[in-house]
């Protein structure tokens, strides 16, 4: 196998004070090869976002501390400056953040915004840029390109402005690109678009991406591994045909189940009991427990540690790993 | 079955102030011509994208906003002509959840006084303790224990708050309930409990319901029919089973296959439209869905294409409606 292109090392974000910690990442350990698509699932308040965000030290210190490594390259970001940092960022790692619509600025027309990031990190001149930036336009799928360069960010629909963060990302060929709920906001129509956009991107760019989402149709339409997270921890990590054949953990279990289809006509709905804990209720033992069908005594004291299940597949929990379906 | 709720031809245009095209102001036509009936006990959902007017045709069956033009009838009694009297009447029998139930509250009141409001005003509740005892029976109905009454709404999980919506809707009996993305907001493992827990209700109660939502496969599982809306027009309305196997216009198909499907074994053929929808200040002359459409014709952009009845209760807007079975391919089973 390859080496990784990112890889991530028991990375913990924290907020609250020194002796009163609030852990919204716990020991968050994966890689990412070069090409790879990889889903990020969990409920709302999960870590997804913070865990994509200390990739490139996105997260405010304080109030959040961070630690941990992210090796990408052979370096640990971690550890670089604010200017080494810069010439990552935008260049081999594209970041769409969560709030698409907010992440445009309202004064600068299309063009300018994706040529400002073709500026910063090479020397073209301004009429080569001019011409990337078109090519990019293109590339997103934006009709009619050379009358929307110099178009604001308002005169636009949804879909046409996320095309646009899209173009900024994937403006200087990142190897990565972190995209944070890309579509949730979109109509279906439209995230069909968009999606469909992202997968020629993908074959044509070969950038790895790391998608982060809460619909597990969109990362079964789009990617090759996908993992779990819930409360700050990753539960499962999978290659998505087995994580959707045989799903190792309880919560992607009750998930998987009560996961609605238009195909399915269930009589009534599975429902995992309860509700998420919020962040730093739950100190000791498997986050999930209070909620877990099939929970023992152990699953109180100690986190289960990440136990393999084939060459693509891991999981954390004891249960399973003592054979409990 | 009897009929519950009729809409009669039902419109509403918005002047929308904020947009001026010259000197007049730009006219949003949110819900155009909108015929159907809800019977009693039915859950019918309306699907369709953000900004067709699922919201506007909630409000106008409920009256909360005033038609253009049409009639809304409650068990044969027309609402357009009640008196302000007699509509505060009718409005016991009819109540509505919405996707975030504490939005428009105020976060100082507390879950007592917000499960209660609808009691207080239709003179339901007797005392302190009766209001007490009330609020707790309901709580239970909705799955809380009864000492959550005297928290405040930022207390509580998504989840928590949809029950607590639900419980104020369901207070005052109500036999209709227009539930306006009940569970958009919440995560998947939230959504199912919700799902059942209005299910229960309806099936204990009696109510009917409008559920309106653009998740398809939500839906699915709730509806026994379904609206499929686009710019402010039902394109086409029929039971459920029959839209989902077999829709017959090519907004509904197209709706359908554009849903991403949880399942990786499968490829799916997705019909992928081009476009985006247009303005509602701009709704295009003939069909509103032509310039999206695959298989748009000239007549399409001459001729609105008016409902037609292609199977008993099964109605279909486009000149070209015909079955659009989806394959295999496209839906896998
Ligand atoms: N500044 C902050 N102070 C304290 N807690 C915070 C702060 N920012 C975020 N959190 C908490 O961190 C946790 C993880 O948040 P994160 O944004 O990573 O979740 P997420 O999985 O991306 O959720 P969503 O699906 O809603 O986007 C949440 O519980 C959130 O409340
Ligand atoms: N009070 C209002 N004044 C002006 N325009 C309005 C008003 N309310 C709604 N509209 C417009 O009417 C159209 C239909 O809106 P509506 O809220 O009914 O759509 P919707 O289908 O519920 O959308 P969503 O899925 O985003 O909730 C939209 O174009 C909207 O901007
Ligand atoms: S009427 Fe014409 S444009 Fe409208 S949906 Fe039918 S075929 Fe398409
Ligand atoms: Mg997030
Ligand atoms: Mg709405």
Redesign the interface.
Known sequence: MSKPLLEIRDLNVSFGTKDKPLCVVNDVSFSINPGEAIGVVG??GSGKSMTALSILQLVPTPPARVTGQVYFDGKDLLQLSNSELTSIRGKEIGFIFQEPMSSLNPVMTIGDQIDEAIMLHTDLSADARRVKVLELLRLVGM?DPETRIDVYPDQF????RQRVVIAIAMACNPKLLIADEPTTAL???????V??MMLDIRKQYNSAIMLIT????????FCERVIVMYAGHILEDAD??SL??SPKHPYTQ???K??????EK?H?????QG??PPPGTIKEGCPFRPRCPVRMDRCAVEMPPMKSYGPTHVAACWATAEGVE | MSVLIEAKNLGKTFVDNSIRLGPKRAEVRAVDNVSFQIMKGETLAVVG??GCGKSTLGRLLLRLIEATEGHVSMDGKDLTNLSRQEMRQMRKNMQMVFQDPFGSLSPRRTVAQIISEPMDSFGMIRDKSHRRERVAELLELVGLPAIYMDRKPRQF????RQRIGIARAISVHPSFIVADEPVSAL???????I??LM?DLQESEGFSILFIS?????V??VADRVAVMYLGRIVEIGPKDQI?AAPHHPYTE???S????????KE?E?I??????PSPTDIPSGCAFRM?CPIAKDICSSDNPKSVEIMPGHQVACHFAAPHPITNAQ???
Do not use: C
């Not at chain 2, 653009?214 to 939500?218: F, K, Q």
């Open positions: 409920e709302s009709p629909s949804g879909g046409m109509d279906v129509t439209i995230q069909a678009q999606l469909d809460h619909d597990l149709g969109v990362v079964a339409e998505i045909n959707f054949a009750g998930l998987l009560s996961v609605l289809t238009l195909t269930q009534r709905l599975y429902q995992i509700s998420v | 994208e953000s999980s998504g989840g928590q995560d998947v493992s939230i959504q199912a409990q799902i059942n299910q653009h998740d398809l496969a939500v699915r599982h989902y197209a709706l359908l554009a849903a991403p499907h949880p399942d990786p074994t799916i997705r992928v439209l081009q476009g985006d929808v999206r839906r896998p089973t």
